[in-house]
């Protein structure tokens, strides 16, 4: 059974850092592409970065390019999500996602991941 565990949200100011983690355990991740999604409140669940577990490639939205990045720690099966500059407008519930075989070219589609962490609070204050 894969499990999905995110931690690391809280409340920061307008300008801030945060680092999300997101713990995965139950299988081998090797083949997976693992995703951070988000949804405020009143709003659709958004993309907000993507990773191939084997070989590390990266994708964004573009309005998240440059502030925040995405990487894993293979040895401890964790993802991560490191944001910077924060603004109010990134205040949502910050959703860890795997998918197993995932296409590369629908990383950004929440229909194509199988798995979803309980999600994790971010809270920006201007």
């Known amino acids: 059974q894969v499990q999905l565990v995110e931690s690391g949200g809280g409340l920061v100011q307008a300008g801030g850092s945060l680092r999300l983690s997101c713990a995965a355990s139950?299988?081998?991740?090797?083949?997976?592409?693992m995703g951070w999604f988000r949804q405020a409140p009143g709003k659709e669940r958004e993309f907000v970065a993507a990773i191939r577990w084997s070989g590390g490639s990266t994708y964004y939205t573009d309005s998240m390019k440059g502030r925040f990045t995405i990487s894993t720690n293979n040895a401890k099966n964790t993802v991560y999500l490191q944001m910077n500059s924060l603004k109010p407008e990134d205040a949502a519930v910050y959703y860890c996602?795997?998918?197993?075989?995932?296409?590369?070219?629908?990383?950004?589609?929440?229909?194509?991941?199988?798995?979803w962490g309980q999600g994790t609070q971010v809270t920006v204050s201007s």
């Open positions: 139950g299988r081998t991740f090797s083949n997976y592409v």
């Open positions: 996602a795997a998918a197993a075989n995932g296409r590369w070219s629908r990383a950004a589609a929440a229909a194509e991941y199988d798995y």
